[in-house]
């Protein structure tokens, strides 16, 4: 009989604990939070009143993507409800994510859901057949009977499809005494820099009067953070290059501006590829790989919203890159030839365009910042062509496109 080969074999043998590593996993303690004391400190300050009882500030947060912000306030608010715990102080947090849950009645029922305890309250939250307004009133009930302070986060703010109205609502329902004994603060969490403009004069001043930035991480702040999880991996697979590897997710992560998600995905995405290998050690090989995938991944996702003609100008570049001999820039006729051959023979079904459209396409494709075009003399006499290079290496690009649909 054949031996039964052990497809899990190399499970196990690259993390110890995975969950480290995953993006929706909140840090247990201090030690794996790096540069986010004052931002902390400062939301501690704003919250703090709740712990005794009383109404805590309202607070917008605002950062680009992935610089912790929706990490620190989960974090904070754990602590804060265990704090007021000790004190004789319940604190009920709701947190609602905006872009799973836009519209105002969402946002009552996920709030209501997330805080209610239907045995004691006697409480509950259709999505239908109640009108907005009985929902409030649920909301406000549940609140009252359960806790001393309630909490509302609201993450990714600005995809809520009326603000101003949703808002509004949950602002003054401490003051227009809709709320009989709890009292309520509301935290505010957004990335985009133009949200506040949405926002009406009073709703601004209630939600935004308090605001604390995020700002993004150098690659010094991504490298301990990354360092600070590195017991996601089981010891063997970490050896003497292994500060090496995790600088260079740091550095790659720094790049653009600073994004710890990106980091973590990286370092995650890097050990599940040493895992598949059965690698014995964790290298920096590995990262660029998951690199290229990432890339690859953007790509994809990019020219998934592109006219198909699109895929078969950027496979002709990466083919005709692929072929030219080093150092020899692809010329924009090469192109063209490379594309009709792929139009022609290879793919009868699609349409062969003229090149004076494969040339817009092309300067599209620039716009998107997938290659970039320079025109250059072709030598005396001879006139000009124009040069095409690609952003990411041919290979990723001809990956990417057998992959789009
Ligand atoms: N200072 C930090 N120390 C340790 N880990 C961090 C830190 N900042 C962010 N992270 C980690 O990076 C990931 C992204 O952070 P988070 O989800 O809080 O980003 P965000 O600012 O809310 O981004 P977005 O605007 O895209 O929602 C999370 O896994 C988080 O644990
Ligand atoms: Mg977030």
């Given at each position: 009989m054949s031996e039964e080969k052990d497809y899990f074999e190399s499970v196990g043998a690259v993390f110890s604990n995975k969950d480290l590593l995953r993006i929706e996993t909140i840090p247990e303690s201090d030690s794996r939070i790096i540069g986010r004391e004052k931002q902390l400190t400062d939301l501690a300050s704003e919250l703090g009143s709740a712990m005794n009882g009383q109404k805590p500030n309202n607070v917008f947060i605002f950062g680009k993507p992935g610089v912790g912000k929706s990490m620190c306030s989960k974090y904070l608010l754990r602590q804060l409800v265990g704090r007021g715990a000790d004190n004789g102080i319940s604190i009920g947090v709701a947190y609602v994510d905006c872009m799973q849950n836009s519209t105002e009645t969402q946002v009552i029922v996920t709030a209501g859901e997330s805080i209610n305890d239907r045995e004691q309250t006697n409480v509950y939250f259709p999505?239908?057949?109640?009108?907005?307004?009985?929902?409030?009133?649920?909301?406000?009930?549940?609140?009252?009977?359960?806790?001393?302070?309630?909490?509302?986060?609201?993450?990714?703010?600005?995809?809520?499809?009326?603000?101003?109205?949703?808002l509004g609502t949950l602002s003054r329902a401490g003051e227009s005494e809709k709320l009989d004994s709890c009292q309520l603060g509301l935290v505010g969490i957004s990335n985009k820099a133009r949200f506040e403009q949405r926002l009406g004069s009073e709703v601004k001043s209630s939600l935004t009067q308090n605001e604390l930035v995020f700002p993004p991480y150098d690659a010094k702040e991504l490298l301990e953070i990354l360092k600070a999880r590195q017991d996601a991996f089981t010891e063997s697979v970490l050896d003497e290059d292994a500060d090496h590897v995790f600088a260079t997710a740091a550095k790659f992560a720094a790049k653009e501006y600073g994004d710890a998600r990106q980091a973590i995905d990286l370092l995650r995405k890097a050990g599940e590829i040493a895992e598949r290998e059965g690698a014995q050690t964790l290298q920096t090989g590995h990262v660029e790989q998951a690199l290229d995938k990432a890339?690859?991944?953007?790509?994809?996702?990019?020219?998934?919203?592109?006219?198909?003609?699109?895929?078969?100008?950027?496979?002709?570049?990466?083919?005709?890159?692929r072929h030219a001999p080093t150092g020899e820039v692809v010329k924009s006729h090469d192109v063209y030839a490379k594309y009709e051959?792929?139009?022609?023979?290879?793919?009868?079904?699609?349409?062969?365009?003229?090149?004076?459209?494969?040339?817009?396409?092309?300067?599209e494709l620039e716009d998107l910042d997938v290659l970039q075009q320079q025109r250059k003399g072709a030598g005396k006499g001879k006139g000009t062509y124009r040069a095409v290079y690609l952003t990411d290496s041919p290979e990723t690009v001809l990956r990417a496109c057998e992959n789009v649909e």
């Amino acid at each position: 009989m054949s031996e039964e080969k052990d497809y899990f074999e190399s499970v196990g043998a690259v993390f110890s604990n995975k969950d480290l590593l995953r993006i929706e996993t909140i840090p247990e303690s201090d030690s794996r939070i790096i540069g986010r004391e004052k931002q902390l400190t400062d939301l501690a300050s704003e919250l703090g009143s709740a712990m005794n009882g009383q109404k805590p500030n309202n607070v917008f947060i605002f950062g680009k993507p992935g610089v912790g912000k929706s990490m620190c306030s989960k974090y904070l608010l754990r602590q804060l409800v265990g704090r007021g715990a000790d004190n004789g102080i319940s604190i009920g947090v709701a947190y609602v994510d905006c872009m799973q849950n836009s519209t105002e009645t969402q946002v009552i029922v996920t709030a209501g859901e997330s805080i209610n305890d239907r045995e004691q309250t006697n409480v509950y939250f259709p999505s239908g057949g109640v009108s907005r307004s009985r929902l409030y009133d649920r909301l406000w009930d549940a609140f009252d009977q359960l806790y001393d302070v309630g909490i509302i986060i609201l993450d990714e703010i600005d995809k809520l499809e009326d603000p101003n109205e949703t808002l509004g609502t949950l602002s003054r329902a401490g003051e227009s005494e809709k709320l009989d004994s709890c009292q309520l603060g509301l935290v505010g969490i957004s990335n985009k820099a133009r949200f506040e403009q949405r926002l009406g004069s009073e709703v601004k001043s209630s939600l935004t009067q308090n605001e604390l930035v995020f700002p993004p991480y150098d690659a010094k702040e991504l490298l301990e953070i990354l360092k600070a999880r590195q017991d996601a991996f089981t010891e063997s697979v970490l050896d003497e290059d292994a500060d090496h590897v995790f600088a260079t997710a740091a550095k790659f992560a720094a790049k653009e501006y600073g994004d710890a998600r990106q980091a973590i995905d990286l370092l995650r995405k890097a050990g599940e590829i040493a895992e598949r290998e059965g690698a014995q050690t964790l290298q920096t090989g590995h990262v660029e790989q998951a690199l290229d995938k990432a890339e690859e991944d953007k790509l994809v996702k990019m020219m998934q919203t592109q006219p198909v003609q699109s895929k078969y100008v950027m496979q002709a570049v990466a083919l005709t890159a692929r072929h030219a001999p080093t150092g020899e820039v692809v010329k924009s006729h090469d192109v063209y030839a490379k594309y009709e051959q792929l139009t022609e023979y290879e793919n009868v079904d699609i349409n062969t365009l003229s090149w004076r459209r494969v040339r817009d396409l092309l300067d599209e494709l620039e716009d998107l910042d997938v290659l970039q075009q320079q025109r250059k003399g072709a030598g005396k006499g001879k006139g000009t062509y124009r040069a095409v290079y690609l952003t990411d290496s041919p290979e990723t690009v001809l990956r990417a496109c057998e992959n789009v649909e």
